[in-house]
């Protein structure tokens, strides 16, 4: 669906920029728009890199797990139906600790691997449990508290402080994060009345 939607956009300015005579326009951004990206990737890639072998060492020095450990209780609370001992819960606390250190590439292997076991525990095979749902709501909120990525575009346009919106972002984070779970639990209480009507 979205490939169709960003399709038609593409065609849509594409007739546009015919009818208007503004077809030199279209070429120019293509171009322009070429430069830009490389740029962006030139900027935030040593970034990412510096970032990620931060993030490897950390790993290998176990502080990422014991970081995941220390949130258990947390995500314990999120997830009442996945056991306290169970490897699931362990995925999941290394994904969203990740998360909330801005390396979401990293973060991305430990939560298909917390979905992958929370599906062969499921029962029903064709719909999402509440866990699984859950999960996906504060994948999608945006867990982070050190936004790497954002950082690294400031650092590139000239920023001269690019990590003052650190602040920002945990309080974003915050709220964004509350809301989300607020609303997962009350769509869930909802469709639990619907199922026992």
């Not at 065609?11 to 070429?27: A, E, P, Q, V």
């Not at 030139?42 to 220390?70: H, Q």
């Not at 029962?123 to 999402?128: Q, T």
Request: aromatic share 8%.
């Amino acid at each position: 669906m979205i490939n169709k939607i960003w399709a038609s956009f593409i065609i849509i300015g594409i007739l546009y920029s015919f009818l208007t005579g503004n077809i030199d326009t279209i070429n120019q951004e293509i171009i322009d728009c070429g430069k830009t990206s490389l740029d962006l990737f030139l900027a935030m890639f040593p970034m990412m890199i510096l970032w990620s072998g931060i993030m490897n060492i950390a790993k290998k020095a176990g502080i990422l797990e014991w970081l995941s450990y220390r949130m258990r209780p947390l995500f314990r609370i999120i997830f009442p139906e996945i056991e306290e001992n169970d490897e699931t819960l362990g995925y999941i606390a290394s994904n969203l600790t990740i998360n909330m250190l801005g390396i979401h590439n990293a973060s991305t292997p430990f939560g298909l691997k917390a979905m992958k076991c929370m599906q062969e525990k499921n029962k029903h095979k064709n719909k999402a449990t509440r866990s699984m749902i859950t999960f996906l709501v504060l994948n999608t909120s945006g867990v982070t508290l050190l936004a790497t990525d954002i950082i690294a575009v400031r650092a590139m346009y000239g920023s001269k402080n690019p990590t003052d919106l650190i602040f920002i972002t945990i309080i974003a984070t915050l709220i964004n994060t509350v809301l989300a779970l607020i609303m997962d639990r009350i769509l869930w209480k909802a469709d639990q009345k619907h199922e026992s009507k």
